[in-house]
């Protein structure tokens, strides 16, 4: 975690995102489930998610987000230092996928001994990859480090339950974290959190050392997404909304001083609680959720590079990130673009 300076120490130099080109809708899901669009609308703003193709692993979404990062940045793929990978989603349990991204990368020029590694945070990994590639870059260990947050969640959700499935989609985004250029123009604060106390209220429970893979854990489903739906979404609004605050007062902001608040799209109305909380008004906040659902860790970049490349984010603005997922952990990030 950094606390504000007076000149930041890294910066975001390029960003990019990917959408698995299949969709599907909620009326797609009225025809295979009991739900409805109303309901799936109304009660999240979700209207349809992005799918991966059964030849798709999360790696391959993660390396399409990170090559239009690289590009984005104006940097080659042999200039990284460092590759984080934001995940719970990952190809295979061991290796990372980070590490599959870097044999990606490889063919592009990236060094074949470049450091590579996942990060488990849930739905909060990319702040937490910001985190700690602003750390890499500040102390000078790394120069440019790719941050990316990527889920392929339509493989470890339970399609029988309507209270979780809808809510998730898949997708990747990417940045490139390199130095600051002394102009103000950077990454000015990061804060994490966790609380163990909250972890059956989103979690995997099964297929792990605490319950190893089994026929039982197949039956029961406890290899997949399980979620106590209301009592992360009490939490969700109160964490946000104090970690918001936390980075606005690190660094001796107001809620009016906010061009772009890219949170975390896990629910519409948790965003809406947060905004009438923290004061930011509500045309500050770049809502992508009824196109994407929720990518749980990709979330936020994903948002972040739509918001970037249709213009709307411009130089010099105040951006807050702020995210919340499984553990529970969550966090924020004040970056002035
Ligand atoms: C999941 C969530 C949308 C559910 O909303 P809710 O207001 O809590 O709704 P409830 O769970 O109380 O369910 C209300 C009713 O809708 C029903 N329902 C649940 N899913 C449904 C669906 N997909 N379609 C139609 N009805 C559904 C429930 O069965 C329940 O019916 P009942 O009252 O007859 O039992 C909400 O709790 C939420 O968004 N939580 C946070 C989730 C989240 O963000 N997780 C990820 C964090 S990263």
Not at 73 to 89: H, N, Y
Not at 328 to 335: D, K, R, T, Y
Request: hydrophobic residues 45%; aromatic residues 6%.
């Amino acid at each position: 975690m950094t606390g504000p300076s007076a000149q930041p120490g890294s910066r975001i130099l390029g960003t990019g995102h990917y959408l698995p080109k299949k969709v599907l809708t909620n009326q797609d899901l009225e025809k295979v489930m009991d739900t409805s669009d109303a309901w799936i609308a109304s009660r999240t703003g979700i209207r349809q998610r992005h799918i991966a193709a059964p030849e798709e692993a999360t790696s391959d979404m993660a390396t399409h987000a990170a090559k239009a990062a690289l590009q984005s940045a104006g940097i080659s793929a042999a200039d990284i230092d460092l590759i984080i990978v934001g995940t719970i989603s990952p190809d295979v349990p061991m290796p990372s996928a980070a590490v599959f991204v870097q044999r990606n990368l490889v063919a592009l020029g990236t060094r074949k001994d470049c450091p590579a590694f996942d990060l488990s945070a849930a739905c909060a990994g990319f702040i937490y990859g910001l985190s700690i590639a602003d750390a890499f870059v500040r102390a000078g260990t790394a120069k440019h480090v790719l941050v990316i947050g990527v889920e392929l969640l339509s493989r470890i959700i339970d399609w029988t339950d309507r209270g979780t499935c809808v809510l998730f989609g898949d997708g990747a985004g990417a940045v490139v974290v390199g130095p600051a250029t002394g102009d103000g123009r950077g990454i000015l604060s990061t804060h994490i959190y966790s609380d163990g106390s909250m972890i059956e209220a989103l979690q995997i429970p099964g297929g792990g050392s605490r319950l190893p893979f089994s026929q039982e854990v197949l039956d029961k489903k406890l290899h997949l997404v399980q979620m106590v739906g209301m009592d992360v979404f009490k939490y969700a609004v109160k964490a946000l909304t104090a970690s918001v605050q936390t980075a606005l007062a690190a660094n001796k902001m107001a809620p009016g001083d906010v061009d772009w608040v890219i949170p975390h799209q896990a629910n519409v109305r948790i965003l809406d609680a947060v905004q009438s909380r923290t004061g930011i008004a509500k045309e500050h906040f770049f809502i992508n959720i009824d196109q994407t659902a929720n990518t749980s860790s990709a979330s936020v970049p994903i948002a972040l590079d739509q918001a970037v490349r249709a213009g709307k984010v411009k130089p010099g603005q105040s951006l807050v990130f702020c995210a919340l997922g499984g553990g529970i952990a969550w966090g924020s990030a004040l970056v002035r673009w």
